[in-house]
């Protein structure tokens, strides 16, 4: 069975900071690799996505991430941080075999210091 | 609509009481899937459709918890004798098409309380 696993649960940054945010998934083959976040009562906004191609993606906000099939790993990066750029952020993989239904990591809470 | 709707928003209830919740998927998306999200989790997958037909009941936790899309559109998520358990968030998402990857909206949730 596949897995995700977001091994920071929580990560507080200085607002203008730089952000990392860890991802490991376990699978046989590249699944399709997605970013959503979380902001207190809202639902869940993707942030991007890879599915094919060039291993560097960018989403909205700011926000990159980069797919290392060696690593099994789809890390999340923002140069600068803003304040409102705190918010939960889960990784998320998916097979178009299992009908696309997506496994979700635990999270990662993000403080933003001002 | 513009974007997945579930309804309601929030909904207390008393253990042993049935339950229904709706997701109203964007128009023409033909997949539909519930999660369901406690609190402090990322979301586990419940469910999904592809048109009218269930083809995944695998995350259902047990049979007190059913699933239908009739006309291939608005769903209903049952949960029978609501059990304490049963609080979390239930969320549904959509997407567009069965061929290639695409990514899935979600709609803001449903926050059970089971008292």
């Known amino acids: 069975a596949q897995s995700v696993t977001q091994p920071d649960i929580h990560i507080t940054v200085s607002e203008g900071a730089s952000l990392e945010l860890r991802c490991n998934y376990s699978?046989?083959?590249?699944?399709?690799l997605f970013w959503y976040v979380q902001s207190p009562g809202q639902g869940l906004q993707l942030l991007l996505k890879?599915?094919?191609?060039?291993?560097l993606v960018q989403g909205i906000k700011g926000f990159e991430a980069e797919f290392k099939r060696s690593q099994s790993s789809f890390n999340l990066r923002k140069p600068s941080v803003h304040w409102s750029d705190a918010a939960e952020y889960f990784c998320?993989?998916?097979?178009?075999?299992?009908?696309?239904?997506?496994?979700f990591g635990g999270g990662t809470r993000v403080l933003v210091k001002p | 609509g513009a974007g997945v709707s579930q309804s309601p928003r929030y909904k207390v209830t008393k253990r042993g009481q049935d339950v229904a919740l709706r997701c109203d998927p964007i128009?023409?998306?033909?997949?539909l899937y519930w999660y369901r999200q406690a609190l402090g989790q990322g979301p586990e997958f419940l469910t999904y459709?592809?048109?009218?037909?269930?083809?995944?009941k695998s995350g259902l936790p047990n049979d007190r918890f059913s699933a239908e899309r009739p006309e291939g559109s608005i769903s209903t998520l049952t949960i029978q004798r609501t059990e304490q358990r049963d609080s979390a968030m239930y969320r549904c998402?959509?997407?567009?098409?069965?061929?290639?990857?695409?990514?899935?909206?979600f709609g803001q949730g449903t926050r059970l309380t089971v008292v």
């Open positions: 128009s023409g998306h033909v997949s």
């Open positions: 998402a959509s997407r567009h098409s069965l061929q290639g990857p695409t990514e899935a909206f």
């Open positions: 459709f592809n048109y009218e037909a269930q083809q995944d």
């Open positions: 998320a993989v998916a097979r178009r075999a299992a009908g696309n239904k997506l496994t």
């Open positions: 890879y599915f094919s191609g060039d291993t």
């Open positions: 699978y046989g083959a590249t699944p399709y």
